[in-house]
Structure formats: structure tokens, C-alpha cells
């Protein structure tokens, strides 16, 4: 009886060990499929230069938060200040957004503005629409929603627009119409 008491715990010390070897390893959820933000930032203002060292792109939000997922960034109120040297500045303004992982594309949506400031040869241009692209580098920006633009006391709304900041062209895509409000004497 003795004799095998050695044999049955040498028995049991592998049982236990091999079972310690076939247990599951623990799962560790893999955080790469989540849409977790990575960081947040509030009241936040960035400011790109030109070669002259004057701002040439300011980017505000009150809020940012950066997704690792996809590399996207989210921006609550953002606010965009494009300037030109020669130009008056361009503001644009919108609920929310979202800007693309390399930077160079912003997407822009609800109760988008986009206002032209007044200049010796022009007068202020105010465009509102519901979405809004971006590509700040090229000074584009561009819907294929309704816009509204009011310059002076001329409306006019269409559907789609594609806005070339850097020559201050507009264009206006499909069902145009103009309304001139004149002056009441």
C-alpha cells in the first residue's frame, strides 16, 4: 500500500501539469477593432504658417478627439480662418467634424458657414449648407448639398457648389435660383 504512494503522487504532479498546460489562454480583447479615442483635447487652436512666417490656416474646435482605429479625428464647434496676403481672411464654422488621417481633408457637417469677408472690390459672401469638403492645402472646398450664398442683398441657392478660395471663383452645380432683395425707401 505504501509502496505506491510515491507512484500515485508522481502520477498526480503530472496530471495536475498537464492540465495546467491544456487551459485556454486568457483573452485579451484586442483594442484595435474599438473605436476608442486615444486622446482629447478641449479648446483646441492649431495655426499653420506661410513662408513669411504669418498664419496662413487657423484650425479651432472645443473639442478634438483622435481615433487610433482609423487614424480619423473628430472636431465639436470647429472653426477654420484660411488667410491670404492680399486678401481678407475666409472664415468657415460648423457643428461638427472630421478630419482625415493625413490632414489634408476635412469634412464638414450641420449648420456649416462659410463666410468671405469683405474687400475693396468685393462685398461679404456668406454661403450655409449641411456639408462641407475641404482641402485646405489646395484652398478648395466643395457640396454636393443645397447652399444658400447671400452677397448684399442678392440670395441665391442651388444644390453643390465647388468654392476655389485661392482664385475666389464659386460655383454653383445645379438648380440655381436668385432672389434681389432692393432697398426699402
Given at each position: 500500500w505504501f509502496t505506491?504512494?510515491?507512484?500515485?503522487?508522481?502520477l498526480l504532479?503530472?496530471?495536475?501539469?498537464?492540465?495546467?498546460?491544456?487551459?485556454?489562454?486568457?483573452v485579451i480583447p484586442d483594442s484595435s477593432k474599438r473605436h476608442d479615442p486615444d486622446f482629447i483635447v478641449n479648446r483646441f487652436v492649431a495655426t499653420t504658417l506661410n513662408e513669411q512666417g504669418k498664419p496662413h490656416f487657423v484650425m479651432a474646435a472645443q473639442k478634438m478627439l483622435h481615433?487610433?482605429?482609423?487614424?480619423?479625428?473628430?472636431l465639436d464647434a470647429p472653426e477654420f480662418t484660411s488667410f491670404d496676403l492680399d486678401r481678407p481672411?475666409?472664415?468657415t464654422y460648423a457643428n461638427n467634424g472630421m478630419v482625415s488621417g493625413k490632414g489634408d481633408e476635412i469634412f464638414l457637417r450641420d449648420n456649416v458657414k462659410i463666410v468671405s469677408t469683405?474687400?475693396?472690390?468685393?462685398?461679404?459672401?456668406t454661403f450655409t449648407t449641411a456639408y462641407l469638403h475641404v482641402i485646405p492645402d489646395r484652398g478648395l472646398a466643395?457640396?454636393?448639398?443645397?447652399?444658400?450664398?447671400?452677397?448684399?442683398?442678392?440670395?441665391?441657392?442651388a444644390v453643390g457648389m465647388k468654392f476655389d478660395n485661392k482664385a475666389r471663383i464659386v460655383k454653383l452645380l445645379a438648380q440655381v435660383k436668385s432672389e434681389y432683395a432692393p432697398d426699402k425707401n
Open positions: 505506491g504512494l510515491p507512484l500515485l503522487l508522481l504532479a503530472a496530471v495536475y501539469w498537464l492540465s495546467q498546460q491544456l487551459q485556454p489562454l486568457p481615433y487610433p482605429d482609423n487614424d480619423s479625428t473628430y481672411p475666409v472664415y469683405a474687400s475693396s472690390t468685393q462685398r461679404e459672401m466643395e457640396t454636393d448639398q443645397p447652399v444658400m450664398m447671400v452677397d448684399g442683398r442678392n440670395i441665391v441657392r
